[in-house]
């Protein structure tokens, strides 16, 4: 059995099985797209890379028992399509690779009692870092810091490393401060290239037909079938790695944090959809961007800050997903209990810097991972709302969303809210140290969002003021207690106790009123 993100033609699975006596089942169930609501982009990403690599397989000689969206007999849940495959096939055994969600690892448990038929797990050798290799790390530690996790990885791949014993080239571990450039008042010159576009072919256009007729209420916007342009194969994927390589690499470090309205890729490497879904593996993208260094085609703080997105974050975050359990989902360390604003699924609000990368989303399943924290998700963090509300959206509008990345991204690096039940008082965030709350000023430095918006994010009262910045005080304020105890939020409460007791009353109120009219209604 292989899932929609384990197309990856190394697998461990692939290599156990018997093409003249075994079968691969593979399913396109309703389900997986109406748990939370799924873009119909990546919808269709998901789809159409499952039917070609199912294509591929069948090439290699594999027997495929392929269940299509729009078949007739199609159940369109994961354990009614096994129950059916096991009642036809009659196997001695059921194999799957470890699932990218808790839901469905439940699922996988459940079978074996209920079919009487064993079912295997097997370890997912896609990433650097095992299940149980990152619990033997965090066992004992008081805080799961990500920095001193990416070290461990930098010394056990010897990736950017020097000398006996190993030292990190160029001295530093990271190049962090050197990569918050913005692009100021002129914009990016000349613009960052745009990655490559895959043209739909056959399977892509029938995928897009099926997806229309069978899921019609799906969020988000396809406008034509030949507006989609994700890779959908290996060699798709292989195309768009070597092309961020080549074009925008360089570029990458010290422009990562910048904003510009209609340039939603920027300097990005947008290779987190195909390296989710299994095409790409982590180490053959981190080795062509260590070679392009080698060159001296791109520099050390690009291709550090890179390599520590792969090996470094996205490891950490897999790893405190399964580390943290089935319950970490529910968590809500800063006990916000808001609605997620209407205009999250439309794109549709005269805030400025919203519009703009909300409609991104709508318009393409995409924001690059600043766009991603420091605008659509510092306002949901600032206003109030519930970290699951936000958490599902993310999940499900953006291309790249497996559980694994997006809620502990979202619930944790976001939302501040993944504060173990044991925790002592004061103690927030396990992901993050601090919250990345910040004002409409953080905004306006980094992009040119605020240019011609009707908000002024220097004002925190009155009809003028930026919605950021209103409730960006209100938010210290109302978790002053909460977070006095943070060092690092020392210098932010500093500032609230300077603000006069009727503004900081005025501060409240106005956020109060925000919160109705946008139907959030309650922090």
Not at 112 to 121: L, Q
Not at 171 to 181: G, M
Not at 440 to 458: A, V, W
């Amino acid at each position: 059995m292989i899932f929609g993100d384990q197309l990856d033609d190394g697998a461990s699975l692939l290599a156990k099985l018997n093409p003249a006596t075994d079968s691969v089942l593979m399913m396109e169930v309703a389900e997986e797209s109406q748990h939370v609501p799924s873009h119909i982009q990546r919808t269709v990403l998901f789809l159409s890379a499952m039917r070609h690599f199912a294509a591929h397989l069948e090439a290699r000689g594999f027997q495929v028992r392929y269940i299509r969206l729009d078949d007739p007999d199609n159940t369109h849940s994961f354990t009614t399509e096994v129950a059916r495959a096991i009642a036809d096939l009659r196997p001695s055994e059921v194999l799957c690779t470890w699932p990218g969600e808790w839901r469905i690892l439940h699922q996988v448990h459940s079978w074996s009692k209920r079919f009487d038929v064993p079912v295997t797990v097997l370890p997912d050798e896609h990433f650097l870092t095992s299940v149980e290799e990152f619990a033997m790390w965090a066992d004992g530690r008081r805080g799961l810091t990500m920095e001193f996790f990416y070290r461990e990885q930098r010394r056990k791949t010897g990736y950017l490393m020097v000398g006996k014993p190993a030292l990190p080239e160029g001295d530093d571990w990271n190049y962090d401060a050197s990569n918050r450039k913005s692009f100021g008042r002129a914009g990016p010159k000349p613009p960052p290239p745009r990655p490559p576009r895959v043209a739909p072919d056959r399977i892509t256009h029938e995928v897009i037909r099926a997806v229309r007729e069978r899921l019609p209420n799906l969020p988000g916007r396809l406008d034509g079938d030949d507006a989609f342009a994700w890779p959908v194969t290996r060699e798709q994927a292989l195309i768009a790695l070597h092309d961020f390589i080549k074009h925008r690499l360089a570029d990458f470090g010290p422009y990562e944090d910048a904003m510009w309205t209609d340039t939603p890729f920027v300097y990005h490497s947008v290779l987190s959809p195909a390296l989710n879904l299994k095409f790409l593996n982590p180490r053959e993208c981190c080795e062509a961007a260590i070679a392009a260094y080698r060159k001296k085609q791109a520099p050390l703080q690009s291709v550090e800050a890179f390599i520590r997105q792969i090996i470094g974050w996205r490891e950490f975050i897999r790893g405190v997903y399964w580390l943290e359990g089935p319950d970490y989902a529910q968590r809500n360390g800063l006990d916000q209990h808001g609605k997620l604003p209407e205009f999250y699924w439309t794109g549709e609000t005269d805030m400025a810097c919203m519009r703009s990368c909300l409609s991104q989303v709508v318009d393409l399943a995409y924001g690059n991972h600043i766009q991603r924290l420091m605008v659509t998700g510092n306002f949901a963090l600032v206003s109030g709302v519930h970290p699951e509300a936000i958490s599902d959206w993310y999940l499900g509008m953006y291309v790249d969303g497996v559980d694994w990345v997006t809620l502990p991204n979202t619930l944790g690096m976001v939302m501040h809210a993944d504060r173990r039940p044991d925790s002592a008082a004061g103690v927030t965030g396990l992901v993050g140290t601090k919250p990345y709350a910040a004002s409409g000023k953080y905004i306006e430095r980094m992009s040119n969002y605020c240019k011609g918006c009707r908000y002024d994010p220097g004002q925190r009262t009155g009809s003028d003021a930026c919605p950021f910045t209103v409730f960006y005080w209100d938010f210290l304020i109302r978790n002053r207690q909460r977070l006095t105890t943070n060092n690092r939020m020392a210098m932010m409460f500093k500032n609230v106790n300077a603000i006069a007791p009727e503004t900081r009353v005025q501060i409240s109120i106005e956020a109060t009123l925000l919160r109705k009219r946008f139907g959030i209604d309650k922090p």
